[in-house]
C-alpha cells in the first residue's frame, strides 16, 4: 500500500533562515503532491500543488520540488518568520478521485 | 465566500452512543471528504461524496457511515461509539470531478471526545 514518510521531528530554525521539509512516498508513483500548513485546533489550509510532470513550483517565498526519480517532494520556507510556525502536511492523490493519503507531517519552529 | 463549516465543533459523548457530524461545502462544491485526524495515525481517509454518490471508502469499520444531499451538504455517522474513535474529524470540500487539479478545503473540524 502507499507510504508517506515526513520527519516526525520538529525543525527548529532561526528566523530569516531557510526551512526544508522533506517527504518521500514508496509503492506508488501519485500524478500529483500537495503541501497543506496546519495550525493548532484547526483544519488544514492547502499551499501548493505539483504535478508528476513538473519539477518545481513556487508561491511567494514557499518552493516545492517533486523528484519523481527519488520518489521524494522538498518543501521550502524562505526568509522564514516566526508566522510560518505550523505543521506541515504533504498529501499524494491516491488515484481515486478526491481522495488524499497525508503524511503525519512536520512541525515547523522558527525562532526570533 | 464562506468556508467549509462544520458543526458542531465540540461534542463528548458516551462509549455505545451514536454521533452524527455536518459538513456544509464551499458553495458551488459538489465533492465532499471525510477524514480522521488522531496524534497516532495522523489523517486517515474515511469517504468521499459526490452529487450524493459515495465514490470512494477508506478503511473503516462499517460502524462509519456517511451520506450527501442534493445541496452537497454531507453528515457522518459513527454508531456504537468505541474510546478509540476520539478525534478530530475533518471535512473537506473540492470542486473538481477528478483528484488532478483540485485543492481540498478543510473546515475547521469536529473534535469528538469518547468517554
Known amino acids: 500500500s502507499q507510504k508517506i514518510e515526513q520527519n516526525s521531528e520538529a525543525l527548529n530554525i532561526q528566523e530569516g533562515k531557510t526551512a526544508t521539509l522533506t517527504c518521500n512516498y514508496t509503492?506508488?508513483?501519485?500524478?500529483?503532491l500537495q503541501w497543506y500548513r496546519q495550525d493548532p485546533g484547526r483544519g488544514p489550509v492547502f499551499l501548493l500543488l505539483?504535478?508528476?510532470?513538473?519539477k518545481e513550483k513556487r508561491k511567494e517565498r514557499l518552493k516545492v520540488t517533486f523528484d519523481t526519480t527519488l520518489k521524494q517532494s522538498l518543501f521550502h520556507v524562505t526568509a522564514s518568520q516566526p508566522a510560518d510556525s505550523a505543521t506541515y502536511l504533504c498529501a499524494l492523490d491516491s488515484g481515486g478521485y478526491n481522495k488524499l493519503i497525508f503524511g503525519a507531517g512536520t512541525r515547523l519552529a522558527v525562532h526570533p | 465566500k464562506a468556508g467549509v463549516t462544520q458543526t458542531p465543533r465540540y461534542l463528548i459523548k458516551t462509549r455505545g452512543q451514536q454521533v452524527t457530524l455536518s459538513c456544509s461545502p464551499i458553495s458551488g462544491h459538489r465533492s465532499v471528504s471525510w477524514y480522521q485526524q488522531t496524534p497516532g495515525q495522523g489523517l486517515q481517509f474515511l469517504f468521499e461524496?459526490?452529487?450524493?454518490?459515495?465514490?470512494n471508502k477508506g478503511n473503516f469499520p462499517g460502524r462509519f457511515s456517511g451520506r450527501q444531499f442534493s445541496n452537497s451538504r454531507s453528515e457522518m455517522n459513527v454508531s456504537t461509539l468505541e474510546l478509540g474513535d476520539s478525534a478530530l474529524y475533518l471535512c473537506?470540500?473540492?470542486?473538481?470531478?477528478?483528484?488532478?487539479?483540485?485543492?481540498?478545503?478543510f473546515g475547521q473540524g469536529t473534535r469528538l471526545t469518547v468517554v
Open positions: 505539483i504535478r508528476e510532470n513538473e
Open positions: 461524496y459526490f452529487s450524493e454518490t459515495q465514490r
Open positions: 509503492n506508488y508513483s501519485p500524478a500529483y
Open positions: 473537506a470540500s473540492s470542486s473538481g470531478w477528478e483528484t488532478v487539479n483540485t485543492e481540498a478545503f
